[in-house]
Structure formats: C-alpha cells, structure tokens
C-alpha cells in the first residue's frame, strides 16, 4: 500500500478574480447569482485538484446566501482553500469579495462550503493527502468541516 503523505492548506490555496461584465448580470446591473454559484465552484475544484493531484467533481455545495448584491464593473475575487479532508472528499471553503478596481473598495458578498471528490485513472473516487493542520485556523476549520461532513452524510437523501 502507498502511503500518501499529508499535505499543507496552503500548498492548494486559489484565488480566481473576474471582472463582471454586462453578460454577467440582469436588467438591473447585478451579477446573476448562478454566475457567481459557478465561479465559487470552479474556485473550489482547482483547490481541490491542487490538493488531490486529481480530477475532482462537485458532489455537494452547502447553502449559499448572497449578502450584497455584485454589478457591473466589479472585479469578483473568490478565494478557496481546503478546510477538511475525509478518505476521498475535499470539502473547500470558497470567500467571495466584490472589489471597485478603481477604489479598492472591497465588499464580502457570500462564502459557501463545497465538496468534492477525487477521481483515479479508473474514473472512481480515490484515496486524497490528508491534511497537514499546522495553524490553529488549520485545527478549527478541519474541526468544524468534520462536523459539517457528518451532517451531510446523516441526512444524505
């Protein structure tokens, strides 16, 4: 058996920034939600496949509620990092920013918690690194992505 060796938060950290355009948004300038919901996903599985050295598919975004209206204009920063790992899921906490790129001015917008799974060469999950929890950020985000993940199995439909 390969033992695979545990590996730091940081080496898979991802931060993805897209301008919001006129195509992004609805009637009224604001960027529609599903727009965003697939740049967190996206954010989030690049961390995952940084973490995992494999191809990783979403099997589970918790809720997301949108804080502040994104418009038109807007550079949307997302920023992911792996916060828990089981046997071959990755769950990654993705933050969300709406930045004036002529300000600075920066605006937290929503944050979501997905997970994935790693795939092998056979197309099936496969074992990922477990995590080298260095901090005390580290700790309590695998901590509290433990709970969320036996929340998620216990009620799995």
Not at 27 to 51: K, Q, T
Not at 81 to 103: A, D, F, K, L, Q
Not at 147 to 152: D, G, K, L, V
């Amino acid at each position: 058996m390969t033992v695979i060796p545990k590996k730091s938060p940081t080496l898979s950290r991802v931060t993805l920034h897209h301008l919001m355009t006129p195509e992004h948004a609805n009637a009224l300038g604001n960027v529609h939600g599903g727009v965003i919901m697939r740049l967190v996903d996206e954010c989030g599985a690049i961390c995952a496949m940084r973490h995992a050295r494999r191809p990783c598919v979403t099997i589970a975004i918790d809720s997301m509620t949108f804080r502040e209206p994104v418009h038109v204009g807007a550079l949307l920063v997302c920023e992911a990092r792996v916060s828990y790992v089981g046997r071959t899921s990755i769950e990654t906490s993705v933050r969300v920013h709406s930045e004036n790129p002529v300000t600075g001015q920066t605006t937290h917008t929503n944050s979501a918690y997905v997970v994935y799974v790693a795939l092998g060469d056979n197309g099936r999950p496969t074992t990922v690194p477990e995590l080298e929890l260095e901090t005390e950020e580290d700790r309590e985000l695998f901590l509290a992505g433990r709970a969320r993940q036996e929340h998620r199995i216990a009620h799995a439909v």
